[in-house]
C-alpha cells in the first residue's frame, strides 16, 4: 500500500487593495447587463437583429420627414410632420419594441435561478428592480430623442433660413423631450410589470402585445359604432392613445386622430390621472411581486 501525498503550492496569495466600491458597483453592474442584455451585446448575432430593426425603424420616420422637408418649396414645408407627429407615428414601433425585449431583463434572471443570486447583500431588492428599469429606460430614451435629434438638425438645416427657423422652433426641444419622458416611462414599465409574472419571454410578449392590440380594437370600435356623450370616456380604452395625448397636449397640436380628439374632450387631469395609473400601477406590481419573491 502506498500512502496518499498532498503537495502544497505558494501560487502568490495578495490581499486586494484596490478601492471598496460595495453598494455603488453591484447598482452599476445592474444597469450595465440590463442594456447589454437589451442589445443583445456579448451572446449571438441572431439576438441583435431584432434590437437593430426596431432601432431603424424608429430612425426611419425622422429620416423621411428631413428628406421631405430638404425636397419641399418653400411654401410647402407647412404641411410637413414635425415633431409633434413623430411620437404619434413611432410609439406603435417602439410598444413593440418594448413588449419584445424588456421582459428579457426579468424572466432569464428567474428562469436560470440567478435571481437569488442577486438579491443578496449589497444589492437590495429596490437596488435590483430600480436598476433594471432604468437600464431599459436609458434604452427607451435614446430610441426616443436620437430621431428627434436628428429631426430637428435635419429639419434646420433644410431650412431657408437656419437661424430664423432656430428662433421660431427652439421651443421644440423642450418639448420633445417632455413628451419622451411620459412615453418611455409608460413603455418601460408596464412590459417589465408583465414580465414579473412569468419567467418565459415569450408569454410576457404575447400579452403585453395582445393587451395593446385589444386595447386599441375596442377603443375605436366603441367610439365609432357607439359613440354619442360617453364616446369620450371610451377612448380611454385605448391605453396606446394616452401618452399620445400628452404628446399632442404638449406640441399644443390640433389636428389628432378621432380617438385622441375624444380624450380631449375630457378633463385633462382625467386623462393624466388615467395615465398614473397605468404606469405607476404596474411600477406597484411590479414591486410587489418581488417582495414575494423574496419573503
Same mark, same amino acid.
Given at each position: 500500500?502506498?500512502?496518499?501525498?498532498?503537495?502544497?503550492?505558494?501560487?502568490?496569495?495578495? %490581499?486586494?487593495?484596490?478601492?471598496?466600491?460595495?453598494?455603488?458597483?453591484? @447598482?452599476?453592474?445592474? *444597469?450595465?447587463?440590463?442594456? %447589454?442584455?437589451?442589445?443583445?451585446?456579448?451572446?449571438?448575432?441572431?439576438?441583435?437583429?431584432? /434590437?437593430? &430593426?426596431? +432601432?431603424?425603424?424608429?430612425?426611419? /420616420? #425622422?429620416?423621411?420627414?428631413?428628406?421631405?422637408? =430638404?425636397?419641399?418649396?418653400?411654401?410647402?414645408?407647412?404641411?410637413?410632420? $414635425?415633431?409633434?407627429?413623430?411620437?404619434?407615428?413611432?410609439?406603435?414601433?417602439?410598444?413593440? +419594441? =418594448? #413588449?419584445?425585449? !424588456?421582459?428579457?431583463?426579468?424572466?432569464?434572471? %428567474?428562469?436560470?435561478?440567478?435571481?437569488?443570486?442577486?438579491?443578496?447583500?449589497? &444589492? =437590495?431588492?429596490?437596488?435590483?428592480?430600480? $436598476?433594471?428599469?432604468?437600464?431599459? +429606460?436609458?434604452?427607451?430614451?435614446?430610441?426616443?430623442?436620437?430621431?428627434?435629434?436628428?429631426?430637428?438638425? $435635419?429639419?434646420?438645416?433644410?431650412?431657408?433660413?437656419?437661424?430664423?427657423? &432656430?428662433?421660431?422652433?427652439?421651443?421644440?426641444?423642450? %418639448? +420633445?423631450?417632455?413628451?419622451?419622458?411620459?412615453?418611455? !416611462?409608460?413603455?418601460?414599465?408596464? /412590459?417589465?410589470?408583465?414580465? #414579473?409574472?412569468?419567467?418565459? @419571454?415569450?408569454? !410576457?410578449?404575447?400579452?403585453?402585445?395582445?393587451?395593446?392590440?385589444?386595447?386599441? #380594437?375596442?377603443?375605436?370600435?366603441?367610439?365609432?359604432?357607439?359613440?354619442?356623450?360617453?364616446?369620450?370616456?371610451?377612448?380611454?380604452?385605448?391605453?396606446?392613445?394616452?401618452?399620445?395625448?400628452?404628446?399632442?397636449?404638449?406640441?399644443?397640436?390640433?389636428?389628432?386622430?378621432?380617438?385622441?380628439?375624444?380624450?380631449? @374632450?375630457? /378633463?385633462?387631469?382625467?386623462?393624466? !390621472? *388615467?395615465?398614473?395609473?397605468?404606469?405607476?400601477?404596474?411600477?406597484?406590481?411590479?414591486?410587489? @411581486?418581488?417582495?414575494?419573491?423574496?419573503?
Amino acid at each position: 500500500m502506498t500512502e496518499r501525498q498532498g503537495e502544497v503550492y505558494d501560487i502568490g496569495y495578495q %490581499r486586494y487593495n484596490g478601492p471598496q466600491e460595495g453598494r455603488s458597483r453591484a @447598482r452599476k453592474a445592474i *444597469w450595465i447587463d440590463g442594456l %447589454r442584455t437589451s442589445l443583445g451585446l456579448g451572446r449571438g448575432w441572431t439576438v441583435k437583429i431584432l /434590437p437593430a &430593426l426596431l +432601432f431603424i425603424a424608429m430612425v426611419t /420616420p #425622422a429620416l423621411v420627414f428631413t428628406l421631405i422637408a =430638404s425636397f419641399a418649396g418653400p411654401g410647402d414645408a407647412d404641411g410637413i410632420p $414635425g415633431h409633434a407627429d413623430y411620437y404619434e407615428i413611432a410609439s406603435r414601433i417602439l410598444l413593440l +419594441f =418594448s #413588449a419584445i425585449i !424588456a421582459p428579457e431583463l426579468l424572466t432569464t434572471d %428567474r428562469r436560470n435561478g440567478v435571481i437569488n443570486l442577486y438579491l443578496v447583500r449589497p &444589492l =437590495s431588492l429596490n437596488d435590483y428592480i430600480i $436598476g433594471r428599469w432604468l437600464a431599459f +429606460f436609458s434604452i427607451t430614451l435614446i430610441i426616443v430623442y436620437l430621431p428627434q435629434v436628428m429631426l430637428f438638425l $435635419g429639419l434646420s438645416l433644410s431650412a431657408p433660413d437656419v437661424w430664423n427657423y &432656430l428662433q421660431n422652433n427652439w421651443l421644440d426641444i423642450p %418639448r +420633445f423631450i417632455a413628451s419622451g419622458l411620459f412615453v418611455a !416611462a409608460f413603455t418601460t414599465t408596464l /412590459p417589465l410589470s408583465v414580465a #414579473a409574472f412569468t419567467t418565459r @419571454r415569450a408569454y !410576457a410578449a404575447a400579452f403585453v402585445i395582445g393587451l395593446f392590440i385589444v386595447s386599441s #380594437a375596442t377603443g375605436n370600435a366603441l367610439v365609432e359604432e357607439i359613440g354619442g356623450s360617453n364616446a369620450k370616456w371610451y377612448a380611454l380604452i385605448d391605453i396606446t392613445s394616452v401618452p399620445i395625448f400628452i404628446n399632442d397636449v404638449i406640441f399644443n397640436k390640433t389636428d389628432s386622430s378621432e380617438l385622441i380628439g375624444e380624450l380631449k @374632450r375630457l /378633463p385633462a387631469l382625467v386623462v393624466y !390621472a *388615467w395615465y398614473l395609473v397605468l404606469t405607476v400601477g404596474p411600477a406597484s406590481l411590479l414591486w410587489w @411581486r418581488y417582495k414575494n419573491l423574496r419573503t
